[in-house]
T-cell receptor, first 112, second 120 residues
Framework: DAKTTQPTSMDCAEGRAANLPCNHSTISGNEYVYWYRQIHSQGPQYIIHGLKNNETNEMASLIITEDRKSSTLILPHATLRDTAVYYCIVRVAGGSNYKLTFGKGTLLTVNP | GAVVSQHPSWVICKSGTSVKIECRSLDFQATTMFWYRQFPKQSLMLMATSNEGSKATYEQGVEKDKFLINHASLTLSTLTVTSAHPEDSSFYIC????????????????FGEGSRLTVL
């Protein structure tokens, strides 16, 4: 799986949009971009994934650059409960090898 | 959404004893489950891939005789830490791949709440 690079930590004010960047310059054509988050002492939670088009769901939006070498996860109105470690992972979807390899992620702290 | 449940959520045991952790997919079938371990302030590290009805595939450096994995049904995988020692104290997390129609898997993996093991 392609390697990803994320900032170690970020801060965001409550109610503002949180924009979390991820670089994945070695991504392959059949690899998707996945985002998960882990709140302290809990299991990871799926947020969103995409291949090349921008995606939006009830939790977040995912913006993928045209060359697919980077992406941004957007939490439109961050709340204190969004404080967590956010992981950007690239991998092939489905098939016989769909395990997730976690990097260090970004610790997002939402401040009141 | 799909639910994955782990039991127990936390366990304390004496050194030398064995501990079993269960991972269940509550509302979907999972032919494949994954076991991770997470030490404090570190990321998740994949230990093994558990396939229903076959032997688990272990990542490099993970002792298969120490971490026994059984995936006897499409909704249950178990991890047994044998002869546990204090260095095995960790947060163990499982995840399951939801099987879509036609045997395909959907994109996302679903994670359990984690099981915290403390070995005294």
């Amino acid at each position: 799986d392609a390697k990803t690079t994320q900032p170690t930590s970020m801060d965001c004010a409550e109610g503002r949009a949180a924009n979390l960047p991820c670089n994945h310059s070695t991504i392959s054509g059949n690899e998707y971009v996945y985002w998960y988050r882990q709140i302290h002492s809990q299991g990871p939670q799926y947020i969103i994934h995409g291949l090349k088009n921008n995606e939006t769901n009830e939790m977040a939006s995912l913006i993928i650059t045209e060359d697919r070498k980077s992406s941004t996860l957007i939490l439109p109105h961050a709340t204190l409960r969004d404080t967590a470690v956010y992981y950007c992972i690239v991998r092939v979807a489905g098939g016989s090898n769909y395990k997730l390899t976690f990097g260090k992620g970004t610790l997002l702290t939402v401040n009141p | 959404g799909a639910v994955v449940s782990q039991h127990p959520s936390w366990v304390i045991c004496k050194s030398g004893t064995s501990v079993k952790i269960e991972c269940r997919s509550l509302d979907f079938q999972a032919t494949t489950m994954f076991w991770y371990r997470q030490f404090p302030k570190q990321s998740l590290m994949l230990m093994a891939t558990s396939n229903e009805g076959s032997k688990a595939t272990y990542e490099q450096g993970v002792e298969k005789d120490k971490f026994l994995i059984n995936h006897a049904s499409l909704t249950l995988s178990t991890l047994t830490v044998t002869s546990a020692h204090p260095e095995d104290s960790s947060f163990y997390i499982c995840s399951a791949a939801k099987v879509a129609g036609g045997g395909r898997t959907v994109g996302e993996l679903f994670f359990g709440e984690g099981s915290r093991l403390t070995v005294l």
